[in-house]
């Protein structure tokens, strides 16, 4: 069995865990900066990076200390190396680096798309490749055949904005607060989604994609005109969303065709927390006789659990670690042969 200590600081939260093959999380800790960054309306990417640098070593100390564990038991160290904020990733990566040079074991650069892709494995160990990924979160919004640790096919992503980037943008129109997804989702509840007439970007295109911006502009029309309840313009996005989410899927799946292997729809990232969406994919997976894997809550947005897990399977599928010169990316898409999307902003 390895041990592989997993750090995240991609984004606004700094997190340690230490993660074992069989899937037993032996520790794991998490500090949000969310009152940090509250004040600005959304993250400021030089005071996530000094907090980063406030709070990984004590929290590298407590995860090895929870677990009962020394530097020296451990197996490999991994680290988030991209993309996100570029000052944040170089923390955790630098902190790893020098903790593998110190205890003189191997790296493990991690693709923080790739630990989202990965984390519904370690909750579901039913969970077998290939499996279709939805991966919807603050940067991205892409539908994924991954084959396995390091191999992935992307069929889908965003024209223009990111799933949970309309959701921040959305919330912050109707006077949310930062982080705008959660709130955006707790003022749908008491919501009539059907109110108010909002577009399905791309709905029944021929191009794979999504497309969001539109969707969002139209927020900002709804809020404006002053007729709409805010809870119905937060209820009517989210199922106008959800809408194209499974618009695109059903499209995605039609072009893989029923002899695929693909056995399991799977989300993951952020986005992949809400509860309506959630159910509606749920729904979708079932009318197409696949199964449906979603990791628990707190697994879908950032962690270091799923950067560990992703070094623990990177190890498993032979990966023998990253050179000490391995440099942050602020950009790193999963699948590099996939081309461009259309459209101005395009997303890796
Ligand atoms: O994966 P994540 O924690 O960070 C990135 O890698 O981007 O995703 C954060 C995104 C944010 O846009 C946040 O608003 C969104 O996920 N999010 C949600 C929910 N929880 C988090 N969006 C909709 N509903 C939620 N419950
Ligand atoms: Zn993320």
Redesign the pocket.
């Known amino acids: 069995m390895t041990l592989v200590l997993g750090i995240e600081s ?4 700094s997190a340690a865990a230490i993660i074992r093959s069989d899937r037993t999380i032996l520790s794991h800790r998490l500090a949000s900066q969310i009152e940090a960054h509250q004040p600005f309306g959304g993250v400021v990417p030089e005071i996530a990076a000094r907090a980063h640098i406030e709070t990984l070593p004590d929290m590298v100390s407590a995860v090895l200390q929870d677990s009962g564990l020394a530097l020296d038991d451990l197996d490999a160290i991994a680290a988030t190396a991209g993309p ?1 904020l570029i000052g944040g990733v170089m923390v955790g990566l630098v902190m790893a680096k020098s903790l593998a040079m110190a205890s003189d074991k191997p790296l493990i650069a991690v693709n ?2 790739e630990g ?1 892709a990965l984390s519904p494995r370690l909750d579901d160990a039913d969970l077998a490749f290939p499996y279709l990924l939805l991966l ?5 919004c892409q539908i994924l055949r991954v084959n396995g640790p390091g191999q992935y096919q992307r069929m889908a992503t965003t024209i223009d904005d ?4 309309a ?2 943008k959305s ?1 912050k129109l109707l006077g949310l607060g930062y ?8 003022l749908a509840q008491s919501g009539n989604a059907a109110a108010v007439p909002l577009p399905r970007p791309l709905l029944g295109s021929k191009e794979p994609h999504f497309s969001f911006a539109g969707l969002k502009s139209a927020v900002l029309r709804a809020v404006e005109s002053g007729r709409y309840e805010k809870a119905d313009i937060a209820a009517s996005f ?1 199922v106008a969303a959800t809408d194209c989410l499974i618009d695109r899927l059903g499209f995605a799946l039609r072009q893989i065709g029923s002899d695929s292997g693909i056995q399991t729809l799977v989300i993951a ?9 959630r159910g509606q994919l749920t729904q979708f997976a079932d009318d197409n006789s696949l199964a449906f894997s979603a990791p628990p ?1 707190w697994l ?4 270091a659990a799923m950067i560990g897990w992703a070094g623990v399977e990177l190890l498993s599928a032979g990966h023998k670690g990253d050179p000490m010169n391995f440099k942050a990316r602020p950009r790193w898409p999963l699948d590099d042969t996939a081309p461009a999307a259309r459209g101005a902003g395009v997303k890796a």
Request: charged share 15%; proline share 5%; with cysteine.
């Open positions: 991609s984004c606004d939260e996100g923080h798309l989202h919807v979160s603050g940067g991205h990111a799933l949970g980037e959701f921040d919330a982080p705008g997804g959660p709130a955006l989702e707790k989210q990232g952020g986005v992949a927390a809400n509860q309506h969406i809550m879908c947005t950032d962690n």
